[in-house]
């Protein structure tokens, strides 16, 4: 296959590249080892709501999608080749790299396996039936991700014993302190003990959690690690590691181009763009994005990419 421009993946910045790309006319294929498109802002809410979606949380790609949609993972990129895991090959004149992040340590949160809209249904839906049968739960990690998590359960399912354990003073680093407070308090509220200045770890002697601190042992049936986000960048390591930094985001100028590599664009989770990790951040990006492919292809002038503020910290 051949395109013009290829997509590497299926986000929210991907998709938002590839749905203006084809409107202005630009020849775009996307590429993602998934069938379905998700707002993973839901997701957290759903996880507690019996298995009941309505369907717009998850989307085909052949729905949202007028551009050419191939469903295979990525396997090694080249300067103008992509090798996908099902042994097809796509030449490119211009890549996107919007591969994401992934959730290691909260698949819940961003499926590793779930290829399928239904696999995806499926495993939310026996998370649902775990969360129901425990009675107590530990959460481990107070950012954006665990508090929110705390909050969905706590709200559900008023009988079971909720613990937000946090190895800072305060929930949410990076918010300011009033939105700290509000949520720390709101959450008490719900009934969350949380546990600040704690590091909670599996204990064989007492058989539970141990708190390494204070000794406190906890006897959960149910933990959730709610500890951070790692970039999807497997796919560069054999030809581009040198286009990642230290912490494995792809390295971007202000054009949101890859320094060294002049037919390579980066955007959302997977790349330092110097804002915070957000998916709707990712869709700006997209869409400045598209637009300067367009410019370019025209031989017309592009202009930096303008930040936005926003106070979250880059890692959930
Ligand atoms: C639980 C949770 C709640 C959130 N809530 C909010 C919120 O309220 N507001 C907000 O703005 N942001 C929120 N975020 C952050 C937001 O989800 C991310 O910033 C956003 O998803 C990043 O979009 P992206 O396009 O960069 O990549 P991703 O959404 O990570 O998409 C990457 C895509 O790449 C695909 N992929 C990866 N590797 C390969 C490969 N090798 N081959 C083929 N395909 C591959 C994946 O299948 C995926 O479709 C939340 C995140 C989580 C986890």
């Known amino acids: 296959m051949k395109t013009q421009v290829l997509i590497i993946d299926g986000g929210f910045g991907g998709v938002a590249t590839a749905q203006k790309l084809h409107k202005s006319g630009v020849q ?63 030449e490119f004149e211009q890549v996107v790299i919007a591969s994401g992040s992934r959730y290691p340590t909260l698949p819940l949160a961003k499926s590793m396996d779930a290829h399928s809209l239904n696999d995806r249904e499926s495993e939310l839906r026996q998370h649902y039936v775990q969360l129901k049968d425990a009675t107590e739960i530990l959460i481990i ?119 060294g590599q002049d037919n390579f664009y980066a955007l959302g989770d997977i790349a330092d763009v110097g804002e915070a990790k957000l998916g709707y951040l990712a869709v700006e990006q997209g869409k400045y994005l598209a637009k300067s492919i367009v410019r370019k292809r025209q031989g017309k002038s592009v202009k930096a990419y303008k930040r936005h503020y926003s106070p979250q910290p880059a890692s959930t």
């Open 28 to 90: 775009t294929i996307l590429v993602d080892k998934k069938d379905y498109f998700e707002v993973t802002y839901a997701v957290l809410r759903e996880s507690t709501a019996q298995g009941q979606f309505k369907g717009k949380s998850r989307r085909y790609y052949r729905d949202i999608l007028a551009c050419q949609f191939v469903q295979s993972g990525v396997k090694t990129l080249q300067d103008n080749t992509v090798l996908l895991e099902n042994d097809e090959r796509i």
């Open 141 to 259: 990690g107070g950012g954006v991700v665990g508090v929110e998590l705390a909050g969905e359960i706590a709200y559900t399912f008023k009988d079971k014993v909720v613990t937000l354990a946090h190895n800072d003073k305060a929930l949410l680093y990076g918010f300011s302190q009033k939105a700290q407070r509000k949520a720390h308090q709101q959450l008490e509220e719900l009934g969350v003990q949380v546990k600040l200045n704690s590091d909670y770890q599996p204990c064989t002697k007492t058989l539970g959690y141990q708190d390494k601190g204070s000794e406190d042992v906890l006897k959960p049936d149910m933990v959730l690690c709610a500890t951070g986000t790692k970039p999807n960048n497997a796919f560069l390591q054999e030809n581009f590691s040198h286009i990642l930094n230290y912490k494995g985001l792809i390295v971007v100028n202000d054009r949101l181009q890859v320094v």
